[in-house]
């Protein structure tokens, strides 16, 4: 997925001329009140779910889920920039509607690939460089991320880093309104 698609579709998502045409596409007032909130990687998040269901030939009955994994308040700035750059005349209903056409009905099943087990083997031992060569986590600590086993023993550990953000929140009154 583009950078350019999430900025687009960021663009279209967050300001009244990207919404005025969803909504005249017949996207839901409850749909439109939550694009907003999507950050640039929740976006691309969105946009690679599309191309995955194209891709298995999903129909109506059936379902993806993914994580909006940021939130549009991290972004402001890359808007403003983008108001300052390509959309220095105004951002139009007509940008908006390309966007969503562009990258969202026109989202293909280009570097899509449904992976056997060499391919998920070849995309886990990228990780090698970064684990073990760059921050020196042992080989058998690496290793050992293979297993399904690991997954489900750090999720049991959610709640105890949920305590923990919490602790730290209070301590430093990071989530304080004022």
């Not at 994994?69 to 209903?93: H, N, V």
């Not at 991320?145 to 929140?169: K, S, V, Y």
Request: glycine residues 10%; charged residues 20%; proline residues 2%.
């Amino acid at each position: 997925v583009s950078d350019r698609a999430c900025d687009e579709l960021g663009m279209a998502f967050n300001t009244p001329e990207g919404l005025a045409h969803l909504a005249s596409s017949g996207v839901s007032n409850a749909v439109l009140g939550t694009l907003g909130h999507l950050g640039l990687s929740s976006i691309c998040n969105v946009v690679a779910s599309i191309k995955v269901a194209r891709e298995l030939d999903l129909g109506p009955d059936d379902a993806i889920v993914t994580v909006a994994t940021d939130g549009a308040e991290l972004y402001g700035s890359e808007r403003e920039a983008m108001r300052a750059g390509r959309y220095a005349a105004g951002f139009s209903e007509a940008d908006a509607t390309a966007a969503v056409a562009a990258h969202l009905h026109g989202a293909d099943t280009s570097h899509v690939e449904v992976l056997n087990e060499t391919g998920r083997n070849r995309i886990f031992n990228l990780g090698y460089y970064t684990w073990v060569e760059q921050q020196g986590v042992e080989f058998a600590d690496f290793e050992v991320r293979r297993g399904q086993g690991f997954w489900r023993h750090i999720q049991t550990m959610a709640p105890t880093w949920d305590a923990m953000i919490d602790e730290f929140n209070d301590r430093t009154g990071v989530l304080a309104s004022g």
